[in-house]
C-alpha cells in the first residue's frame, strides 16, 4: 500500500468537492432545528425530539445541553413532537412547501410543566455521563459525582481515549503529544506545566471534557493523539454562583486551593478561576548502572538521592459583553506562575581494567516562571441568516523563565573538573491573528478561516567555572548557549459538513506554511528552513434509533520538533552522559484512521479501533563511546512506525447505587530504527486498564475503589529502552453536608505499598544502561468542595476562538 500523503490529500479533497456537491443538490431533505425552553425561558437540556409523517416516525434525536437540536428529514414530515421527564408533551404542526429553502428554523420551543406530576415529589433526568459528537467525545464532570473531590487529572482516568499513569503521566490514544484548550483556546497555564495544572485543577470547578480523536481542520495540526478541551464556563444567569475547593497530600504534595466564580448583570458577563498549590516531595533514592563491552570493558555505578518542592498558581479570566442582539465581545486574561527547589546528592564511580573514576556530587536547583496571555474576540451575526457567523480574534502570550543551579564536586579520584554553577534566562513570545466564517450553503455547514502565528523565544544559559587561583566564578564560554528562535505559521483552513438522515458527515483540509528562522550564537550555527503541509480530515458518524452510533475517520497530524530537540549545544554537565539536540531535524507526519462504536444512556460502551503509521518520526538515540567512555545522546528523523491500537471504555450502572468504570486499552507497535549505525527492528504489545467502582450509600454518603494496571511501554522517544509496569490501588470515601453544597472527602492511594521503583532499561550492542528511581507510591490526602450562589442561563462564549494547538506537549 502507497502511504503517499499527497496521494491522500488529493483523493480527500476530491472527495470532499462530490459530497458537499452531490447532497447540497438534494432538495427533497430539509433541515429542523430549534431551541427548547421551560415556562421560565431556561434551557431544557436532553430532550427528545420526534420528526412525524402522520403516525409514523421520520427522524428522531435529543436536544443538547443547551435545549438546542437540529435533525435533517424528507420534507414530508407533517408534525414536530418533544418530550422530556416532568414537562407536558409538546407537539406542533409543521408545514413545507415543496420549493421552500432546505432549513426551517422553529425558533424557541417552550414546554410546560406537567400538571400530574405529584406534589413533593422532583423528577429529574439524569445528565448523560458520556455523549458522542460528530468528531468528538464529552465526558460531563457535572454528572461524575467523583467530581466533588477529585482533581480533574484523576477524572481523566475514567474518559475515554485517555490514561493516566502511575507518575501522573497524561497520554491520548498511547500518545503524550497532544494539545490541551481551555474553554476552546490555548492558555499559557496548561502550557507550560500540564500535569501541575491538571493536578491541582478541581473537577469540581469545570463543566466536561471533550475528546477529539479526529480534530476537524479548524484546529491547527499538531499533536499526534489529537486535542483535549476543557470547559470550565458553568450554566449561569443574572447573579452569582461560585465553587471553593480545599485540599491536601501527604507526603509527597502538599495544600492546595481552587476557585471557579461565575458572575453576569445584563449584557455584562465574568467568569474568574484559579488555584495554588504546594508541592513536597521527601528526599527519595535511585540508581544508575552501566555496563559496556569491548577492547577495555567498564562499569559505571551511580547512587543518588533528590529532594524537590514547588509552588504553582493561576488564574484565569473570561469577559463578554452583548453590544446587540448580533454583536458579541469577549477577553480572556490569564496569569501563571511557578516556583522550584530541589537538592540532589550523586556518587558515582566508573570503574575498568586501566582506570578508576570516582566523584560525590552537590546540585542545589532554585527556578521560577512566570506567564501572562490575553484575548480579545469580536463575533458579528447576520439578521437574514442567523446561521451565518463571522469572527475576529487576537491573541498575546508570554513566559519567562529564570534558574540557577548550583553544583560542587568532592571525593574526587581521576576527576577533574571543578565546581560550577548555571544561570540559564529564557523567554517567549506568541502573537496570533485570526479570521473564522461560518455559513449554511444549503444544508451543507461550510466553515472556513485563516490564522497567522508569530512566535520569538530565546535562551541565555551562562556557566561560570569557579577558579581556584582567583578564588571566584568565572564564565565558560565553552559552555554558554544562546540561541533565538524565530517562527512564523500561515494557515487557512475549509470544513463542510451536513447530515443525511441517520448519517452525519464532516470533512476538510487545512493549509499550513511554516517558517523557521533559528540563531545558534553558541554554536555558530544558522538554520532558517520552511515548509509547507496540506492536512486533510475526514469524519462519518451514524446514529441508530437505540441510541448506538458508528463513527469513521482519517486525518493526518503535524509534530514539529522542538527548540529543545534543535538545539545543538552539547550538555556536560555529567562527565558520564552528554546530550546534544540535531538542528537538522524535520517535522513528522502521522496518517491516523479510526473506527468507533458506541452506545451512551444507562449503560455508557465506547470502543476506538486506531491504526496509524508514520516514516520519519524524530527519535532519541543513545550510543556509547568506548574511548572517552561517555554514553552521547541525541536525536533523529530515524523512526518508522505502524501502530494498531484498541481503545475501550465501558461505564455500567451495575446496581442503582454501584457503578463500575472501566477504562483502557490495547496496542501493537512495529517500529523501525536507525541507532548508532545500525537498523533495529522490533514489536511491542501494550496495554494498561483501570477499573473504578464508586458506590452510593444513604444520606450522601460515596465510596469508590479503583485498581489501575499498566504492563511495561516504550521508554519515552526511544527505541532502545523499555520502563517497568506496574499495579495501582485507590481507595476515597466522601459525604455531601448542607444539601450538597459541601462535600467533604479522604482517600488514599496505594496503600500497599510505600515506595513504586521506576525502572528504565537502555540496550545497545555495546552497552547496557539501567536507570532506577524510586518515588513515594502510598499517599493520604483529604478535600473539602463547597457550592454556592445561583445563576440561570450561560455566560455567552464566542462560536470561534483562536486554538493554538500546533504545539503539542
Known sequence: MSKNPTIYSALLLILLTCFSTAFAQDTNLVIIKGKVVDSLQQPVAWATIKLMKKDSVIATGAANEQGVFQLTAKKAITDIQITSTSYAPFTKVISIDKEQHAALDLGVLRLSKNSGELKGVTVTASRPLITREIDKLVYSTEADPESKFSSVLEIMRKVPFLAVDGQENLTMKGSSSYRILINGKPSGMVDNDPKSFLRSLPASSIQSIEVYTTPPAKYDAEGLGGVINIVTTKRVGEGYKGNINLNGAYPNGGPGAGLSFTATHKKFGVELFGGSNLSYNP???????????????????????????????????????????????????????????????????????DETQQFRQRTDSKGNGNGFDGGLNYQLGFKKDKAKLLTVSYRYMQYKTRSNVENAFYDTINYALPDFNQINNTAFIEQTGQVDYVQNIKKVKMEAGIKTIFRENNSHFNTLEFDPVLEQFIADGDRQNEFENKQSILSAYNTYSFALKTWGFKLGARLEQTYNDIDFSSTQTRLKNNYFNLVPSIVINKNNKNGSYFNIGYNQRLKRPGINRLNPFVDRSDPNFIESGNPNLQPSLMHSFDLGYGINKKQSVNLGLMYAFADNLDLKTSRYDSVSRITYTSFENSGKIDALMLNANFNLAITKSLRTVINGSVSHFWIESAVDVRDIKTQRTLYNASVSNTYTFKKDWLATASLNLYSDNLAPAQIQGTV???????????????????????????????????????????????????????????????????????IKKNRRGINNNDVSN
Do not use: C, W
Not at 481507595?731 to 459541601?742: A, C, E, I, T
Open 283 to 353: 528526599s527519595v533514592e535511585g540508581t544508575t548502572y552501566r555496563s559496556t563491552t569491548g577492547t577495555v570493558p567498564s562499569t559505571l555505578n551511580v547512587t543518588e538521592n533528590t529532594q524537590r518542592n514547588s509552588h504553582g498558581r493561576y488564574i484565569g479570566t473570561q469577559f463578554s459583553y452583548d453590544i446587540d442582539s448580533l454583536q458579541l465581545l469577549t477577553a480572556q486574561l490569564n496569569f501563571n506562575g511557578s516556583l522550584n527547589k530541589s537538592k540532589y546528592g550523586r556518587f558515582s564511580q566508573l570503574l575498568a581494567e
Open 724 to 794: 517497568n509496569g506496574y499495579v495501582a490501588t485507590n481507595f476515597s470515601v466522601s459525604k455531601s453536608l448542607l444539601n450538597k453544597k459541601l462535600s467533604l472527602s479522604a482517600y488514599v492511594n496505594n496503600p500497599f505499598n510505600t515506595y513504586r521503583n521506576n525502572r528504565t532499561e537502555i540496550i545497545s550492542y555495546n552497552f547496557i544502561e539501567i536507570n532506577t528511581n524510586r518515588d513515594y507510591f502510598r499517599r493520604f490526602g483529604m478535600s473539602v468542595n463547597y457550592k454556592f450562589g445561583k445563576l440561570k442561563d450561560d
